[in-house]
């Protein structure tokens, strides 16, 4: 893999400052959340501490972490079971409040109160459905992707902490969804298609339709993110490639990366605002999972930051400064 001096990742990576606070570095950024099948962990990593010399598991840069094993308000859901190999995290900030959503392949799927480390929402969905993805719609209710279910639901999550009622499309291969403001559209992905859906009826009650669908430009369809730098547009990986969709052009643009092979097989992808900088996560073979990796990748500028002893699965740029306290150690 590729490497750049020290000082050049700790530009990539530095967690932008609190509010008053002198930056320490002149190109702050995001700090980053990834997901550690490992410690069965969900991690946020600031920057700033990034690049102090490997010590060992416990002693990794991170700011911020939770896990499903840690939370006693999620006993009911037997995480032991319903939390194996977590696979995805994101940061949504709803009415001033910051939520960790995730999901595991084990069934559970959550929606986290970052401030507090409670949890606002949690279901399981069942292990045979194999959940890959998960958003928070803007009136609180939670949308689901299940690869082996192949299906996406809209849960009432807004009802209460354990609302099971939900509304479902069917989508095989189902892997990423992720919620348009700018259009109120649902956009979900599966193995061959990327479909828009409404979300309709109300908050207790919803439904879906489907708005469009477009073919993806290959098979494999697997991390649907949006292009923060340009609202609407979102970011695709599928088996060997990634691309850039448009959906008011209905296109797809191919990404290249200065490694091709770094283009093949993504779990996640992402651009941090204001720098462009892409981070992704592909397996590298080298860790206890064949779906895996132990390092964070980034492109424009190439660089990597290897977390020894970590079997991560999907990486993001986690927006602002961390929160400061959580669940799990």
Not at 28 to 55: E, F, H, K, N, T
Not at 155 to 180: C, E, I
Not at 292 to 305: F, Q, W, Y
């Amino acid at each position: 893999m590729l490497r750049t001096p020290l000082a050049a990742v700790s530009a990539l990576l530095l967690c932008a400052p609190a509010a008053g606070a002198q930056a320490t570095s002149p190109s702050p950024g995001w700090a980053v959340v990834a997901v550690d099948q490992a410690s069965r962990r969900v991690l946020v990593l600031d920057g700033a501490r990034d690049l102090m010399p490997y010590q060992g598991p416990e002693r990794l840069p991170v700011v911020w972490r939770w896990s499903a094993d840690t939370a006693a308000d999620l006993a009911d859901l037997a995480p032991a079971h319903s939390w194996t190999f977590p696979d995805e995290a994101k940061s949504r900030v709803r009415q001033g409040r910051r939520y960790l959503i995730t999901t595991a392949s084990g069934g559970l799927a959550a929606v986290v109160d970052t401030a507090t480390g409670t949890t606002r929402w949690a279901a399981d969905v069942g292990r045979a459905a194999n959940p890959h993805s998960i958003e928070l719609l803007p009136d609180g209710n939670v949308a689901v992707a299940a690869s082996d279910g192949g299906w996406v639901r809209v849960y009432a999550a807004s009802q209460g902490p354990r609302a099971t009622a939900f509304a479902a499309h069917r989508l095989p291969g189902a892997h990423g969804v992720q919620w348009d403001e700018r259009t109120g559209l649902l956009w979900a992905l599966g193995d061959e298609e990327l479909t828009a859906l409404r979300v309709g009826g109300t908050p207790a009650a919803p439904t879906l339709t489907v708005a469009r669908t477009t073919p993806l430009p290959e098979s494999g369809g697997h991390d649907l993110a949006p292009v923060l730098a340009a609202a609407g547009r979102f970011w695709i990986s599928t088996s060997t490639g990634l691309w850039r969709y448009d959906p008011a052009a209905d296109h797809f643009t191919p990404v290249h990366l200065s490694d091709p092979d770094a283009e093949r097989n993504v779990k996640s992808i992402g651009d941090e605002p204001g720098t462009g900088r892409l981070l992704t996560t592909a397996p590298d073979h080298r860790g206890p999972c064949d779906w895996c990796t132990s390092s964070l990748t980034l492109h424009r500028p190439d660089g990597t930051r290897p977390l020894p002893g970590t079997a991560l699965y999907k990486a993001r740029w986690w927006g602002g400064r961390p929160p400061t306290s959580g669940h799990g150690a």
